[in-house]
């Protein structure tokens, strides 16, 4: 009777949808395996593939790895367990891949790669990666910076990415490439703070210890997130930042522009939180017609100084 009751519990539940992953009312299932909810820019990543995929019809099953490489593996195991139609891979650090994508391309499973990319051999392991070009976001920044100082030194301290991240390794070569071309500009510190407010606040702490406030010219953050962490740490430390010390990051959050708003922060590189609309979008074509789409679709990344931070801040509000 037990026995029984359990069936009739499962019979029920796959009515919902289960075994081949797909629901009785035909949508669409993908899998996203995301990272966690580190930034800003992070959670408004996750909200709008939710809103995309409503938007759309799509059955979407969101795993947050907490920044942690085993849990992406363990979600992605779960998605080809399911049989999703499709999977989309946020990856925290950039290797590691291969074994568990192999998986799913031997379980027919397309993987779309979100944000950051990926070091393997063999690309034929995903379908595409919607991604921005990250050394050139780092290059941006830096760019800004060689140009305002226009031949003066400027001792700078970075605050990097997730170690081990396709973003993190490339603004660093971006921006370093970008200061090639001004000797007087030097990075003089530079450490992980994991994309997260708290942590870079500790970083800029002993940043500022170490080198004493009135020797840092400017701050690189690879993330705007960070940069409120150091803005808040500078001002604690009785120091002006966006007047007295430069600051330079990237994703365009609607923080950082209320902080040029405020006076606290000078620039920042835009990253786009909607990889998931041109994800869904190639992913559609693909299954209409199996022409592989282009491998790598890439985003814009534009500067913002603050002339236009109202306005942006204004357009951007909501949607955080
Ligand atoms: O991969 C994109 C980066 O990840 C964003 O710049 C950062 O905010 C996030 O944590």
């Not at 921006?175 to 500009?185: H, K, L, N, S």
């Not at 150091?230 to 209320?258: C, Y």
Request: glycine fraction near 10%; charged fraction near 25%.
């Amino acid at each position: 009777m037990k026995a029984l009751t359990g069936a009739l519990a499962a019979l029920v539940l796959c009515l919902g949808g289960c075994g081949d992953g797909k629901k009785a009312d035909g949508k669409m299932v993908v899998g996203f395996s995301q990272i966690g909810s580190e930034s800003g820019w992070r959670a408004a990543e996750t909200k709008m593939t939710r809103q995309i995929a409503d938007a759309k019809g799509v059955d979407l099953r969101i795993s947050d790895a907490q920044q942690r490489q085993e849990n992406q593996i363990k979600a992605i195991r779960g998605f080809i367990a399911q049989g999703v139609d499709a999977i989309f891979l946020a990856p925290v650090v950039s290797t590691g891949w291969d074994s568990v994508l192999g998986e799913a391309r031997a379980a027919h499973i397309p993987v779309v790669l979100l944000d950051r990319s990926i070091e393997t051999r063999d690309d034929g392991l995903y379908l595409s990666a919607v991604t921005s070009d990250t050394v050139y976001e780092g290059k941006v920044a830096g760019d800004w910076l060689v140009q305002h100082m226009a031949g003066k030194p400027c001792r700078v301290v970075e605050i990097q990415g997730t170690v081990g991240s396709s973003p993190a390794t490339n603004r660093k070569k971006g921006f370093g490439q970008a200061i090639a071309a001004a000797p007087g500009i030097t990075i003089v510190r530079s450490q992980s703070g994991d994309f997260t407010r708290a942590k870079a606040k500790e970083v800029m702490e002993s940043f500022i210890k170490a080198e004493g406030a009135g020797n840092i010219c400017a701050v690189y953050a690879h993330n705007d997130d960070m940069m409120i962490g150091a803005i808040q740490a500078m001002k604690e430390a009785g120091m002006k930042p966006g007047s007295q010390v430069l600051t330079i990051s990237i994703d365009g959050v609607p923080d950082i522009f209320k902080a040029m708003m405020d006076g606290d922060a000078n620039v920042t590189v835009e990253l786009t939180p909607n990889m998931a609309g041109p994800a869904f979008d190639l992913l559609a074509a693909w299954r209409k017609d199996h022409k592989a789409p282009p491998k790598w679709v890439q985003t814009p990344s534009k500067l913002y100084t603050p002339e236009t931070a109202a306005a942006e801040y204004a357009k951007r509000k909501d949607m955080y």
